[in-house]
C-alpha cells in the first residue's frame, strides 16, 4: 500500500544497535515526516474501527503513536508505563528481557470496566512487551480489543507469546 511504501522509506535500518548483531529499526525519521507520521497513525486503527474505546500506549515510542492516532480517532489514551512512574495505586506485569526483567504498570480503575482497549506499539519483537501490556489491560477488568505495531519481526515469532486469539496487526512484517 502507499502509507506501507511512505513508513518504510523513511525507516532507519541500524545495525548493531543497542549491540552487536542486531539490527535496529529506528523510527524517528518516521515521527519527523509529518505525511508518514500521520498515515502511520491512521493505518494502526483502521483494521479496529468500530471496535475499540481507548488507546493504550506502551511507554515510550507507543506513546508517540497512540497519542496521534486517538487525535485520529477521537477517542483517549492509556498510558502503560515502566514501572516506578504512575502516582496512584497500580497493577503490574513483569516480563523477559534478554537480559533480566522489566515490569509495566496501569493505574487500576483508570477505565471503566469493560472498556475495549486497543494496545499500540511500535515495534513486536519477542512478543514479550506487548504480552504483558495484555496481561495488565486483563487483570484491570477491560477487555484487549486488539494488538497494533508498527513494525513485526516475524522470525521472532512475537505473535505466539500473545494470548490465544488476540487479533494484531502490524503495517510492516519482517
Ligand atoms: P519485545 O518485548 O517484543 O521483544 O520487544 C518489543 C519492545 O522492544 C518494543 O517496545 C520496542 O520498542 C523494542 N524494540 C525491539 N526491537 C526493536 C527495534 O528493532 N526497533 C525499535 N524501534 N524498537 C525495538
Redesign the pocket.
Known amino acids: 500500500s502507499e502509507t506501507r511504501a511512505l513508513v518504510e522509506s523513511r525507516l532507519a535500518l541500524i545495525p548493531d544497535f543497542p549491540e552487536p548483531g ?6 524517528t525519521p518516521v515521527f519527523a515526516d509529518g505525511a508518514a507520521f500521520h498515515a502511520l497513525a491512521e493505518a494502526l486503527t483502521a483494521p479496529f474501527a468500530g471496535r475499540f474505546d481507548v488507546l493504550a500506549g ?1 511507554e515510550a ?2 506513546f508517540l503513536l497512540a497519542a496521534a492516532a486517538s487525535v485520529a480517532a477521537g477517542v483517549g489514551v492509556l498510558p502503560i508505563r515502566k514501572a516506578g512512574k504512575l502516582p496512584r495505586a497500580v497493577l503490574r506485569e513483569e ?1 523477559s ?1 534478554e537480559y533480566g526483567t522489566a515490569a509495566l504498570e496501569v493505574h487500576e480503575g483508570e477505565l471503566p470496566p469493560g472498556t475495549r482497549v486497543l494496545i499500540v ?11 504483558a501490556a495484555a496481561r495488565l489491560v486483563e487483570r484491570a477488568g477491560w477487555h484487549v480489543a486488539g494488538v497494533s505495531v508498527a ?1 513485526e ?1 516475524a522470525e ?1 515469532h ?1 505473535r505466539d ?1 500473545l494470548p490465544a486469539g488476540l487479533e494484531a496487526y502490524s503495517l510492516l512484517s519482517y
Open positions: 542486531v539490527l535496529f529499526r529506528d523510527l506502551v515510542r507507543g516480563y528481557l506499539d511500535d515495534v513486536l519483537a519477542t512478543g514479550g512487551t506487548v504480552a513494525i519481526l521472532l512475537g507469546a
